[in-house]
Structure formats: C-alpha cells, structure tokens
C-alpha cells in the first residue's frame, strides 16, 4: 500500500452504508416475518387443541348423560315392575285373607259373632279412653 492511502483511509461511500443498513432492515423484516409466521401457527395449533379437547369433551358429557338416561330408563322399569309385583301380590293375599274368613264365619258362625263383638267392644273402650284423655287437656 502506498503512503496517501495511508494517510487518507477510505471512507465508506454513502451507497455501500445505505445498502447494509436497507440489507439490515430486511434481514430483520424476514426475521420479524417469521416470527409472526411461528406465532401464528403455534396459536392456530393450540385453538385446535382447544377445540380438540373441547369435542372430546362434549362427546364424553354426551355418552355420560345418554348413559345416565337409559339407567334412569331401566330403574324406572324395574320399579314399576316390582311395584306391579308387589301388587299382585298383596291382592293374592288380600283375597286368600278374605277366602279363609269366609269359611271361617260359615264353620264357626257363633264364635265369628263373639269374636266381632268382642273387637268392636275393644275399639269402642280405646275410643272412648283417648276421647277422655284429650278432654283434660293432656
């Protein structure tokens, strides 16, 4: 190198500063760019977990209650039907109680009479012992 370069060092001409500084911007633009592109994405991705898990969800609740409908369903039935059951059965006893007293009044008409008298005699003095109790006031 010759001794004026050396003592005049080159300055930067105006054209190679404005060029970096414009290739800096843009480095940065593309940078900024794909930052906003990742961004994007990543919360595009989690609004379709969201969603995911919100379908997910929705069809569990569904099942759930459409499980808990049929077991009401069930219940309801065997209920009904052991209450259909029962019934059945207290008119079966209901008639055979009603059939042996029946028979009973035919076999042993007098004691049938003493027997009716005797209860209605019973509830006459229960009667008239709770009617007393409740006119003195205890």
Same mark, same amino acid.
């Given at each position: 190198?010759?001794?004026?370069?050396?003592?005049?060092?080159?300055?930067?001409?105006?054209?190679?500063?404005?060029?970096?500084?414009?290739?800096?911007?843009?480095?940065?633009?593309?940078?900024?760019? =794909?930052?906003?592109?990742?961004?994007?994405?990543?919360?595009?991705?989690?609004?379709?977990?969201?969603?995911?898990?919100?379908?997910?969800?929705?069809?569990?609740?569904?099942?759930?209650? @459409? @499980?808990?409908?049929?077991?009401?369903?069930?219940?309801?039935?065997?209920?009904?039907?052991?209450?259909?059951?029962?019934?059945?059965?207290?008119?079966?006893?209901?008639?055979?109680?009603?059939?042996?007293?029946?028979?009973?009044?035919?076999?042993?008409?007098?004691?049938?009479?003493? =027997?009716?008298?005797?209860?209605?005699?019973?509830?006459?003095?229960?009667?008239?012992?709770?009617?007393?109790?409740?006119?003195?006031?205890?």
């Amino acid at each position: 190198m010759s001794g004026p370069a050396l003592l005049h060092p080159r300055k930067p001409d105006m054209n190679t500063t404005v060029q970096n500084l414009g290739d800096e911007a843009s480095n940065l633009a593309q940078s900024a760019a =794909i930052g906003a592109e990742h961004a994007i994405r990543s919360t595009q991705h989690m609004a379709q977990q969201g969603l995911d898990g919100l379908g997910n969800a929705r069809a569990q609740t569904g099942a759930a209650l @459409q @499980q808990l409908a049929h077991d009401t369903s069930t219940l309801t039935h065997r209920g009904m039907d052991a209450l259909r059951d029962s019934g059945q059965q207290l008119r079966e006893k209901s008639s055979h109680a009603r059939q042996a007293t029946a028979d009973y009044i035919q076999h042993e008409p007098i004691k049938s009479v003493l =027997i009716a008298a005797a209860v209605g005699a019973g509830l006459m003095g229960l009667l008239a012992l709770f009617s007393r109790h409740r006119g003195n006031g205890h």
